[in-house]
């Protein structure tokens, strides 16, 4: 059983250019997170969706775009990228309430 | 709205000693509350979870927490610290009253367990 699958592990882009962060679950949870984890910052709140077709917003959404067409997959789009954007990315899954997260192995990227 | 405070950014202890990581939290819900760890470059690990049910909660690896609604703490304990328990510990309460079940992080707690 895999869990939650994350891809690519490491990055480097430049300022301006465009990536696609990888998130695959199968364990038929319906919600999914995009986190990001900045030192000493604990992890904050990009996107989240409920279930196929429905996403929403976190704390900090600017400069990320994500789509859920099934429930196993959950990208998280970065189209301009700014050095801002360097940070840790994870990925988590949860059955539902209280149930508490599984966490990808998350993404580092650098935006230079 | 709810928060988490973790009091501790870094705790060092010898091998063998207890280890407490201290948390209090803020919810206007009947929170859930987890420990998360963090082993360097590696993803999130839940270690226990506290949903209403017994206010002593055991988890992996040795770990307990008690939930003190009097004092909004959730402090997570270890009779005897292990080398292998140096890693980066997470407090994390749920909202509990939206339908997506959103977790607000506290900043961590570095643990450093010396020989």
């Given at each position: 059983n895999?869990?939650?699958?994350?891809t690519?592990?490491?990055?480097?882009?430049?300022?301006?250019?465009?990536?696609?962060l990888?998130?695959t679950?199968?364990?038929?949870?319906?919600?999914?997170?995009?986190?990001?984890?900045d030192?000493?910052?604990?992890?904050?709140?990009?996107?989240?969706?409920?279930g196929?077709?429905?996403?929403?917003?976190?704390e900090?959404?600017?400069?990320?775009?994500?789509?859920r067409?099934?429930?196993?997959?959950?990208?998280l789009?970065?189209?301009?990228?700014?050095?801002?954007?360097?940070s840790?990315?994870?990925c988590?899954?949860?059955?539902?309430?209280?149930?508490?997260?599984t966490?990808?192995?998350?993404?580092?990227?650098?935006?230079? | 709205?709810?928060?988490?405070?973790q009091?501790?950014?870094h705790?060092?202890?010898?091998?063998?000693?207890?280890?407490?990581?201290?948390?209090?939290?803020?919810s206007?819900?009947?929170?859930?509350?987890f420990?998360?760890?963090q082993?360097?470059?590696?993803g999130?690990?839940l270690?226990?979870?506290?949903?209403?049910?017994?206010?002593?909660?055991?988890?992996?690896?040795?770990?307990?927490a008690?939930?003190?609604?009097?004092?909004t703490?959730f402090?997570?304990?270890?009779?005897?610290?292990?080398?292998?328990?140096?890693?980066?510990?997470?407090?994390?309460?749920?909202?509990g009253?939206?339908?997506?079940?959103?977790?607000?992080?506290?900043?961590?707690?570095?643990?450093q367990?010396?020989?």
């Open positions: 895999a869990g939650v699958t994350q690519p592990k490491f990055r480097i882009l430049k300022i301006g250019q465009s990536m696609t990888q998130c679950q199968d364990m038929n949870h319906n919600y999914m997170y995009w986190y990001r984890q030192p000493g910052m604990g992890l904050k709140l990009i996107y989240y969706s409920v196929a077709g429905i996403t929403d917003k976190g900090v959404p600017n400069g990320y775009n994500v789509s067409s099934t429930t196993e997959d959950f990208p789009r970065l189209e301009l990228a700014a050095p801002s954007q360097t840790v990315y994870f988590a899954s949860s059955p539902g309430a209280n149930y508490g997260y966490f990808g192995s998350g993404t580092r990227l650098t935006v230079v | 709205a709810q928060s988490v405070t009091l501790d950014s705790v060092s202890v010898s091998e063998g000693t207890p280890v407490l990581l201290r948390c209090n939290y803020s206007s819900y009947s929170p859930s509350l420990w998360y760890v082993h360097p470059n590696k999130l690990q270690l226990l979870k506290y949903t209403s049910a017994a206010t002593l909660v055991k988890g992996i690896n040795g770990f307990e008690e939930f003190k609604k009097s004092e703490s402090h997570l304990t270890k009779p005897s610290a292990h080398m292998s328990d140096a890693a980066e510990y997470f407090c994390v309460v749920s909202d009253g939206g339908t997506a079940s959103k977790l607000t992080f506290g900043t961590g707690t570095r643990l367990v010396t020989l």
